[in-house]
Each structure stands twice: as structure tokens, then as C-alpha cells.
């Protein structure tokens, strides 16, 4: 099982992602580009992330999807450097929503940042 992110901005979610999972969290682009519809990152055998346009689905399903983000699900990427992780995200096209702190409340070592896509999907950073 791997989250799947749906996109309407699907070009600049792929420069996003794209520059987040491997230059960060150690993950290689299997399939897709930015002109596409469809993109993956693999770490090792495990699937990452997939990046999917709303358009495409909704071509498949019938089902029209509204587009932008909201809260439904948040997606959470561990990695070595919080404060790394957040400037390469802000970097590619990421807003810092709250920006890297200790949170030593969720554990002893944890640190975390928050930030939002080029679509507005909202991420956890984290390291332990």
C-alpha cells in the first residue's frame, strides 16, 4: 500500500514532490514527469508516493472531484533533517504553514514542521 496524492496543479505537485522525496527522503522517480498525469517514487522495493491528476480519475471513475486540497488526509515523511526537509520543500513550491519546532510533547527527540503543497494538501515532516 503507498498514499496516492490526487492533483490539479499536477505539474507543479510533481516539482514539488519530485524535489522533496529525493532529494530528502532518499526516494527515486520510477514513472512520470511533470508534463504528465501520473508519477511514482520507490524507496528500494517500497513504494513512496504516487501523484495522480484529478482529471485523469475522474475520467476513469465518472466521478467529478472537487480540486484544492483540504484535510481530509495528511501525509507524514520521516526524515534525518526537519529544518533541511522544510527549506528544499519551500524551495520547490511548498508553503511552511508552522514552521520546524521540538515537540517533545509526541517524544522526547521528535521535531516536526508542517507545510502544504502546491495544492494545498497538508504534510508532517518529522524526525525522531
Known amino acids: 500500500m503507498y498514499p496516492r ?3 490539479t496543479r499536477f505539474s507543479d505537485c510533481f516539482r514539488f514532490y519530485d524535489g522533496l522525496l529525493t532529494e530528502v527522503a532518499g526516494a527515486r522517480l ?12 520507490d524507496r528500494g522495493p517500497e513504494a513512496v508516493l504516487a501523484l495522480l491528476d484529478r482529471s485523469l ?3 476513469v471513475t465518472g466521478v467529478a472531484l472537487a480540486g484544492g486540497g483540504g484535510d ?5 515523511l ?3 533533517d526537519v529544518g533541511r526537509a522544510a527549506e528544499v520543500a519551500a524551495a520547490h513550491g511548498g508553503q511552511v504553514v508552522v514552521p520546524p519546532g521540538d515537540r ?3 517524544g522526547p527527540t521528535c521535531r ?11 504534510l508532517e515532516l518529522q524526525s525522531y
Do not use: I, Q
Not at 72 to 76: E, N, S
Not at 112 to 122: F, I, K, M, V, Y
Open 5 to 7: 496524492v490526487l492533483a
Open 30 to 41: 520510477v514513472k512520470g514527469a511533470a508534463d504528465g498525469t501520473y508519477a511514482n517514487w
Open 57 to 59: 480519475l475522474a475520467k
Open 72 to 76: 481530509g488526509a495528511m501525509l507524514v
Open 78 to 80: 520521516t526524515v534525518d
Open 104 to 106: 517533545p510533547e509526541w
Open 112 to 122: 516536526t514542521a508542517h507545510l502544504r503543497d502546491p495544492d494545498g494538501n497538508l
